[in-house]
């Protein structure tokens, strides 16, 4: 039988030699070494060897085995990567696979998922908005969702620390819809104006399932739009504004007498959202944290009331949400409501 030596490995504890298999085992083309493939049980990996019936497949960090890979290539338990399913759960594990075989992985880890705990959307929560809940297909709140709705209902700021993609958007968007249909507007600050677009769209998602005659404008302000032209987007309605820090800057400064929108927005303002918030963490979050302060004193010299603003923080990635939320908010530790971190089985 001739073989072909492709080296030595340690699996898991032992020196062995790993074999290409014999000629007289037809191979498929997407079964080469190196190759990135899609295994049922396993996930996404980059094939080792194949030895005889056995196949072996490097999955992260581990080198996984597979017996009778040619049972499992026809039922399909065993493809390749192009035909793998369009899930998350395929998505980092190709990700996973590229920093592997570039010798860019180190080290892996699997956080043990979690089910999902729901509950009844709060009947505090205007009607419209749980009618256009409804017609996208959300009937139902995950629990932190609920606590993050409480909390806003109590009056109190809040530092919303949950994993990623556990709903955190939509935690902070229903308060923001329940400020707007009473006639108020809302300032979400995102650090990309790439994630602010793309939260937009989310947004008017929901937004074409509330009557026009009360849906709030949806206003991104970022560099992408002279400033002369911004200027002319704000109107005194309720208005949902989807800002990066630098433009929400320049506005600010031009926020005087003769531009009496902007003014109007402004003082209409009831709650300010940060997502990301641990990216303003360090030498970033100093100058947030003074655009904040400045916001504040203007609306207070236009005659508003700052102290009537709520704040919400969101971020998946920080240890000390409260503090840093604190600072940028200049607000008391102490008003600050931290709903309890929650993940989703994916």
Not at 295 to 316: T, V
Request: glycine share 4%; hydrophobic share 40%; aromatic share 8%.
């Amino acid at each position: 039988m001739a073989v072909s030596m492709l080296g030595l490995h340690k699996y898991p504890n032992h020196q062995i030699l790993l074999f290409m298999q014999s000629p007289t085992h037809q191979t498929t083309e997407w079964l080469k070494p190196s190759q990135m493939v899609y295994s049922q049980k396993l996930g996404v990996g980059l094939v080792k060897a194949i030895v005889k019936d056995k196949l072996f497949l490097e999955v992260g960090t581990t080198i996984e085995e597979i017996n009778n890979w040619q049972e499992e290539v026809n039922n399909l338990t065993l493809l390749p990567i192009e035909k793998a399913p369009q899930t998350s759960y395929v998505k980092y594990g190709k990700f996973t696979a590229f920093l592997q075989k570039n010798q860019l992985l180190t080290h892996t880890f699997v956080f043990s998922k979690k089910d999902a705990i729901y509950e009844d959307i709060p009947t505090e929560i205007n009607s419209i908005i749980t009618a256009a809940l409804a017609s996208t297909g959300i009937k139902q709140l995950y629990s932190h969702q609920v606590e993050a709705w409480n909390a806003y209902k109590n009056a109190c700021d809040i530092a919303l620390l949950t994993e990623t993609s556990s709903g955190k958007s939509l935690a902070f968007l229903i308060p923001a819809l329940h400020e707007c249909l009473q006639n108020n507007s809302v300032l979400i600050f995102f650090n990309l104006k790439g994630l602010a677009f793309d939260q937009s769209q989310k947004i008017q998602e929901i937004l074409k399932h509330i009557p026009t005659q009360i849906r709030p404008q949806v206003l991104n302000i970022n560099g992408d739009t002279p400033k002369s032209e911004r200027l002319q987007k704000y109107a005194n309605t309720p208005t949902i504004i989807c800002a990066t820090p630098d433009a929400w800057n320049h506005d600010l400064a031009a926020c005087k007498g003769n531009n009496w929108q902007l003014v109007e927005t402004l003082l209409k303002i009831r709650l300010v959202i940060v997502d990301e918030m641990h990216l303003y963490n360090g030498t970033f979050g100093a100058p947030f944290a003074l655009l904040n302060k400045r916001m504040q004193l203007k609306i207070e010299m236009l005659g508003g009331k700052p102290n009537n603003i709520k704040y919400i923080f969101a971020s998946a990635t920080i240890s000390n949400p409260v503090a840093i939320a604190s600072m940028i908010s200049n607000r008391c530790q102490d008003n600050f409501s931290r709903p309890k971190s929650f993940a989703i089985a994916l």
